[in-house]
């Protein structure tokens, strides 16, 4: 199939992203530039354009269908549209953690946006063994601030529902309905896994309990718009170094369950917690732990100063809402660590292991410990129980 193009909209070459920069004034018309194409993720083009004085500047661009799959997964354009909505939005609440956004061109479907490449994506660097020691109390923070400020407890009640008109994401959330929610829980085309992954694949598959549970979760995503989330808070999404951490790719940005940005964070830094060798492992779990904390401890900050609702000043209401959070984050978590095991996107933390061997262990450990959150949700008060059952299973497997 080929892709007739909308008026306006062409997909862009090293060639005209260059050429785009220097006609909307970002270089002069005589600057010799250096322009790459370095999308690595799933879905657009990402360009990096570069001058002779190292002055530098990112073009991403959506593409009109997955590029993970190809020409035959046609996808809005819109996304470009609802990622810089949600970039501009995050600018007023938590400047320090996204990219400086310089244009948007709803048409073209194009962000022009910061370079960032004095940072590292986070999930490369976490693979590599480099210390990031500001990541989780950066990411705690700009979850509290981005969910709180968002969610009926944070932002007028009124402006919210409007708000949320504006960050309407069908499909884009059904990518996630179906590739997390869905399809890896049954014998689905959209599945990819090593054969040795079978049988515990089909476990999944035919374990009603675990299904069930699933069934709640999805319907919790599809139904529970409690804060403007991120949508795919995976450790691709992030830049970071030792001082400063980035959140980029908003395109899933939709009002959904605020323990989904959170369980999808949790699940990604599990994976290095699952395939690190005993001393590497701890740092993982401090960056669990501090996750949590940081953001428990901003979001109660602002719900006791700024909270809009009368009733937050009810005893035992903001225990119950974070309560209800942490449960929400352990079930997304264990679906995001089976989905990328079996399911449709995989992740380099596991795909990237060497060894074989290795690598089938990593996973089964992941499929089993998502399984075991999935079906814990509520036997799993707080991270010291998270912890010590993923040592318990990587001890027993
Ligand atoms: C077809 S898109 C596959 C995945 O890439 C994105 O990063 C999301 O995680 C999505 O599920
Ligand atoms: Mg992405």
Not at 96 to 109: C, G, L, S
Not at 127 to 137: A, M, T
Request: proline share 3%; charged share 25%; with cysteine.
């Amino acid at each position: 199939m080929s892709i007739v193009f909308k008026t306006g909209y062409e997909p862009l070459t090293e060639s005209t992203a260059q050429q785009l920069a220097k006609n909307l004034g970002f270089f002069e018309d005589h600057s010799l530039l250096y322009c790459k194409e370095i999308g690595d993720g799933n879905l657009n083009l990402v360009f990096h354009i570069q001058d002779e004085e190292n002055k530098s500047i990112i073009i991403k661009q959506a593409l009109p269908y997955a590029k993970v799959v190809g020409e035959s997964w046609p996808l809005t354009l819109y996304r470009a549209t609802i990622e810089g909505n949600y970039l501009k939005n995050a600018t007023t609440i938590v400047p320090n953690f996204v990219p400086k956004i310089y244009y948007t061109d709803e048409e073209r479907a194009i962000t022009i946006m910061e370079d960032l490449s004095n940072l590292k994506i986070a999930r490369n660097g976490l693979i590599e063994l480099n210390h990031f020691p500001l990541l989780s109390v950066h990411i705690g923070e700009y979850l509290a601030k981005t969910l709180f400020y968002t969610s009926d407890f944070g932002l007028n009640q009124q402006e919210k529902k409007k708000l949320q008109q504006k960050f309407s994401n069908p499909e884009l959330c059904k990518i996630t309905e179906d590739l997390v929610f869905t399809d890896p829980f049954f014998n689905s085309d959209t599945n990819s896994f090593e054969a040795e992954l079978r049988s515990d694949a089909e476990e999944i598959w035919n374990n009603h309990t675990l299904k069930l549970e699933v069934a709640k979760l999805k319907y919790n995503f599809l139904t529970q718009g409690e804060a403007l989330l991120h949508g795919d808070l995976h450790t691709g999404s992030i830049f970071v170094n030792h001082t400063e951490t980035k959140v980029i790719d908003p395109e899933f940005a939709f009002f959904g369950p605020m323990g989904f940005d959170i369980g999808q964070f949790f699940a990604n830094l599990l994976f290095q917690a699952l395939t690190r060798s005993l001393e590497d492992r701890e740092v993982i779990f401090t960056h669990l732990h501090q996750t949590w904390e940081t953001f428990e401890v901003h979001f109660s900050e602002l719900w006791q100063r700024s909270s809009t609702e009368p009733f937050t000043k009810t005893e035992g209401y903001l225990e119950h809402v974070l309560q209800g959070i942490f449960e929400d984050t352990i079930g997304f978590a264990g679906c995001e660590l089976i989905r990328r095991t079996i399911g449709l996107a995989h992740v380099a933390d596991l795909d990237g292991i060497g060894a074989y061997e290795n690598k089938i262990r990593s996973k089964k450990l992941a499929l089993s410990l998502g399984q075991k959150l999935i079906l814990n949700q509520k036997n799993l008060p707080n991270i010291i129980k998270l912890e010590a059952l993923c040592k318990h299973l990587i001890e027993e497997i």
